[in-house]
């Protein structure tokens, strides 16, 4: 694992980890011949799900947010490479998307299809997830332990629907937390809503986690002078990843970690366009 180097982060050690969460997340949501998800026109998870279709052979449609705009933006210009079949509704409609009407509609027109909720967060996802701490421990382990003398103490994670994050937090080890850094601004529902997902995954929630509220920068998809820098500067993407570090810094600095403690930050998604 790699260290992020950032001269205020004090006698605090941050570790990146690279995992493709949306990946992940699917894994235990495979097995039907028919996926329909939602998504915005540049949604890592719409990726991500037409790229599973492909690889392993199930059809995908991708209902996106919004008038359909061509050319194809890169991002649904690789879905539709991968075989998804794209289909659009209007903002009002898509608001609307987890109503009985909208999905009865959706089901109507696109016969038997297993439907996966924006952003992928389920119940199969937060297990997925929870299979990367052990991961973790492993790597940490095997190339970190002998500089720092033991294991990490904090997993952290950026937070858009909050499956990672709940799933991390349901595969910890005992003694580790689990800190999740919200990319939306005003995002205090989150916490009943990884809440309810590890309910929803195991019957019940752990106490092991919590989620930032402060370091949305102006809220999804905003971004502030000093957070493209700070992403340009260590090569990250901005929507989730920098604003994760960021706010692991500026915690860092704050006293927000114990002296010495060892984080390990999840650098999630994969690079796009692919590098
Ligand atoms: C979707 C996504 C997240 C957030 O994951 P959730 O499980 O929705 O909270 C974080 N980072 C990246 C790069 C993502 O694409």
Not at 84 to 106: G, H, S
Not at 123 to 131: I, K, L
Not at 241 to 269: C, D, E, Y
Request: proline content about 5%; hydrophobic content about 40%; glycine content about 14%.
């Amino acid at each position: 694992m790699e260290e992020l180097l950032d001269t205020d982060l004090g006698s605090v050690r941050v570790f990146l980890k690279r995992d493709d969460n949306k990946a992940r997340k699917l894994r235990y949501n495979l097995g039907h011949p028919r996926v329909l998800t939602f998504g915005g026109a540049y949604s890592g998870h719409i990726r991500a799900v037409a790229a599973a279709g492909l690889r392993h052979g199930f059809a995908t449609i991708g209902v996106i947010r919004g008038e359909e705009r061509l050319p194809l933006n890169p991002s649904l210009a690789y879905a539709a490479s991968c075989g998804m079949t794209l289909t659009y509704l209007d903002r009002e409609t898509y608001r609307r998307k987890n109503t009985p009407e909208v999905e009865a509609a959706l089901r109507e027109r696109w016969g038997d299809v297993l439907i996966l909720p924006e952003g992928g967060s389920n119940a199969a996802a937060v297990r997925g997830c929870a299979e990367l701490p052990p991961e973790i421990d492993a790597e940490f382990a095997a190339e970190c332990e002998a500089g720092t003398g033991g294991a990490y103490d904090v997993v952290c994670c950026p937070v858009g629907t909050g499956g990672t994050l709940a799933g991390i937090a349901a595969g910890l080890p005992a003694g580790r937390r689990a800190l999740g850094f919200a990319v939306l601004k005003g995002a205090g529902f989150l916490v009943d809503e990884v809440a309810r997902l590890q309910r929803e995954a195991y019957g019940r929630v752990w106490d092991n986690w919590s989620i930032d509220l402060d370091h949305h920068f102006g809220g999804y998809a905003r971004t502030t002078p000093e957070l493209r820098a700070f992403a340009a500067r260590h090569g990250v993407e901005e929507v989730y990843v920098a604003k994760m570090l960021l706010g692991i810094v500026s915690r860092a600095r704050g006293g927000g970690f114990a002296p010495g403690a060892r984080v390990v930050a999840v650098v999630t998604g994969e690079p796009f366009p692919p590098r």
